[in-house]
RNA sequence: CGGGGUGUAGCGCAGCCCGGUAGCGCGCGUCGUUCGGGACGACGAGGCCGGAGGUUCGAAUCCUCUCACCCCGACCA
């Protein structure tokens, strides 16, 4: 019993370490804040990627790469912008390290200050917008549509492995139109298709929603957002598409000639997901005993161990349903490892998530069956050997299918619509407070001032909300339509 | 940056109050018995007790100063 993990109920923040740590995801390294991604965590993000990559190339997005470092006038350019970043900066000063003139290590030479600090990308709209005004002159350049995977740096306070860590991996897109409105249409679409990407591969259902004023990117006319609610009841942003008016094309003065033969700033959008994605995976399906991995996202997504162990018959029945499995585009390990026993191998790959795993042993081969153990619902079966390929891939499917469908209706049970401030703190209260759809009167003090009471703040506008007259639940003023309140990560 | 806490073996901890040169569990190695849900036994390897200074015949233990990390707040994807 080496790896047992603390219960959700028990201590929520410990139960998520405890799948990072023994599932084998990631690790707390050296540096303050940054995590190392450990083989497990990091074929995970290679499959949020890949599917993702798809998608935005699909939707005439290209890859560029642009610098990690940004000449610090650049951030000061657009002034909300940097309000928004200049608190968490990391800031190249030097570029020379010299021996201590007392023989104790290296120090930094005093000598090598840079003329102009470079700002480590806390993201880059700057030496993005910087380089588009090079690259856009004309109407018959736009729209502009580039994205770009990397790494960027945001020094918090607080770090938790995954869901929020100093540095982490993401993907930017940085996209230029000729009007305001295909901007829009643009920033809407990313949210579509972090929307589609999130249900359709992680199994986690998202409410699609735009930001109160408060609460969008420093920089943005508007932030659309999709919100997932995590098992203990809290909100996580787990994408953004900012539709960022022409406020960086006026403070990098990038015009593009119209059909007109007019001078018109260019309309611009950017938008993001991150490494934050593992985390909410991990908080959406897990459970006591592990990682559980939604068949779609999981590195490995059938495990075959022989029982006991891996005498010729079984390693050929294994083999055989190794290539039936593989032709379907499943991936598949045999666990041919002789030094660890069965208990052991059950309980480790039920800890990492592998969605089915099959036990074979004689018993089975005389019966021309296998074991088949769903991960999500720990049920077991025994399969007849004849068809097993389909049946596997079918039960992928459910596994998928049935993993939405639990986070979606848990997060039907627990939305709550509230209409006076009594309850809406009652609800909070709660050991899993979830999602609160009430009346708000459209003021960021109001907002503040909840947030100041609560600690809960507004998720988002629902794009589907339905205008409702009501009034505020904190101040009784006059209200439109209902906002998503929780508390959030 | 405020408030609290912790640094002793790879990990989790005890020892500290009442100084005498370090121990437990897990993990790790070898051998044997086991093997259809996290095996058991025997033997074994592994630590300048976060760092610096001080008190003392003697410091993990007492004193001073430092550094690091964690938790709770303010900020954030």
Redesign the pocket.
């Given at each position: 019993?080496?790896?047992?993990i603390t219960s959700r109920s028990e201590d929520y923040?410990q139960w998520y370490l405890d799948i990072v740590k023994k599932a084998n995801l990631a690790d707390?390294s050296a540096v303050?804040g940054c995590m190392v991604i450990k083989p497990n965590g990091y074929a995970i993000w290679e499959n949020i990627q890949g599917q993702l990559d798809r998608m935005f190339k699909e939707t005439g997005h290209v890859n560029a790469y642009f610098p990690l470092f940004i000449p610090k006038s650049f951030l000061s350019r657009e002034a909300e912008h940097v309000e928004g970043f200049a608190?968490e900066c990391a800031v190249v000063t030097h570029h020379r390290l010299m021996n201590a003139p007392d023989g104790s290590g290296v120090v930094v030479d005093p000598s090598a200050r840079l003329e102009e600090e470079l700002i480590i990308r806390p993201t880059s709209e700057t030496i993005i917008w910087n380089t588009y005004r090079d690259w856009i002159n004309s109407y018959r350049d736009l729209p502009l549509l580039i994205n770009q995977w990397a790494n960027v740096v945001?020094w918090?306070?607080?770090?938790r492995l995954f869901?929020?860590?100093a540095e982490?991996l993401w993907q930017e897109g940085h996209t230029a139109h000729a009007t305001r409105q295909e901007a829009i249409e643009e920033a809407k679409k990313m949210q579509e298709v972090y929307a589609t990407f999130a249900e359709e591969y992680m199994a986690m259902p998202v409410i699609r929603g735009v930001k109160t004023a408060n609460e969008r990117?420093a920089g943005a006319e508007d932030t659309y957002t999709i919100e997932a609610l995590m098992q203990d009841g809290r909100a996580l942003?787990a994408g953004?598409s900012h539709f960022l008016g022409q406020n960086f094309a006026k403070a990098f003065d990038v015009k593009f000639l119209s059909e007109e033969n007019k001078e018109e700033y260019v309309w611009a959008t950017s938008w993001g997901v991150?490494t934050?994605l593992v985390g909410g995976l991990i908080m959406t399906h897990s459970d006591d005993d592990g990682l559980v991995i939604p068949p779609r996202l999981a590195p490995t997504q059938v495990v075959i161990v022989p029982?006991?162990?891996p005498g010729p018959e079984i390693g050929e029945v294994a083999d055989k349903i190794m290539a039936e499995l593989k032709a379907k585009g499943i991936t598949v390990k045999f666990d041919t490892d002789t030094k660890k026993?069965?208990?052991?191998k059950?309980?480790?790959y039920?800890?990492q998530g592998i969605p089915v795993r099959l036990?074979i042993?004689?018993?089975?081969l005389e019966n021309g069956v296998v074991?088949v153990?769903r991960r999500d619902t720990k049920e077991?079966q025994s399969v007849a050997l004849e068809g097993i390929a389909d049946f596997i891939e079918q039960l992928l499917e459910d596994i998928q299918n049935n993993l939405f469908q639990k986070a979606l209706d848990f997060r039907a049970e627990h939305t709550t619509v509230v209409d006076n401030f009594d309850d809406f703190k009652a609800v909070l209260e709660r050991d899993i407070p979830g999602f609160i759809s009430a009346h708000w009167d459209g003021t960021t003090e109001t907002e503040l001032k909840i947030k100041e009471l609560t600690k809960a703040t507004i998720r988002c506008i629902p794009n589907d909300v339905v205008d409702e007259a009501g009034k505020c639940v904190l101040t009784g003023n006059a209200s439109e339509r209902r906002v998503l309140f929780a508390k959030a990560y």
């Open positions: 019993m080496a790896k047992e923040s707390n303050r608190k945001r918090e306070m607080r770090t869901l929020r860590t982490f990117f942003q953004t991150s934050r029982i006991p162990k026993r069965v208990g052991f059950f309980a480790e039920e800890l036990g042993g004689k018993r089975d074991e153990a077991k």
